[in-house]
Each structure stands twice: as C-alpha cells, then as structure tokens.
C-alpha cells in the first residue's frame, strides 16, 4: 500500500491526517474490503476520500455494500468513471 499521507494533509488538512492514523486498523480493514471487492485503484479512492474510510470497518463495509448493490455488478468501472459516488460513503 502506497497511500500518500502527505497529499491527504496538503488536500484535507492535519485534521484528516489524525483521523486516519487514530482509526488506522479500521481504514487498514476498509482498504482490504476494497481490494477484495476488485479496486485496483484503491491508494486514489484512499487519498481522494479519506475520511469516508476512518470509521468503523463494519459500518464502512455496510455503506459500500449498499452502494455496491444499488450500482449493480459494473459497480467497479462506475464508480472508475463517477469518483463523486464515494462520497456517498460520507
């Protein structure tokens, strides 16, 4: 895993950055649930839509899930295409 911490500070501010490292065995979980669903691209999802991936890893897993099943099974290429659909997740 290659998330750049940095650009996520530069981005989102130093807020952004404690959240991630006090919640970093949820976000650690919720970045494993996104390569198990298929993401390859999942350092930019990270970095584009941090705090969306800070909480819980079972209330994370819910909201994708839900997203998943209401965006059907081309749901990786939509949301490749749509990165504005993650911020659903928020």
């Not at 981005?11 to 919640?23: F, P, Q, R, S």
């Not at 209330?59 to 899930?65: P, S």
């Amino acid at each position: 895993m290659n998330i750049d911490f940095g650009k996520i500070r530069e981005i989102y501010g130093e807020d952004a950055l404690v959240a991630c490292n006090e919640n970093l065995d949820d976000l650690v979980k919720n970045i494993n649930y996104l390569i198990k669903l298929g993401f390859d691209d999942y350092e930019d999802i990270i970095e584009r839509f941090p705090l969306a991936f800070v909480d819980d890893h079972e209330v994370v897993k819910e909201r994708i899930d839900k997203l998943v099943e209401r965006l059907g099974d081309d749901y990786i290429n939509i949301l490749g295409e749509d990165m504005g659909l993650w911020e659903e997740l928020l």
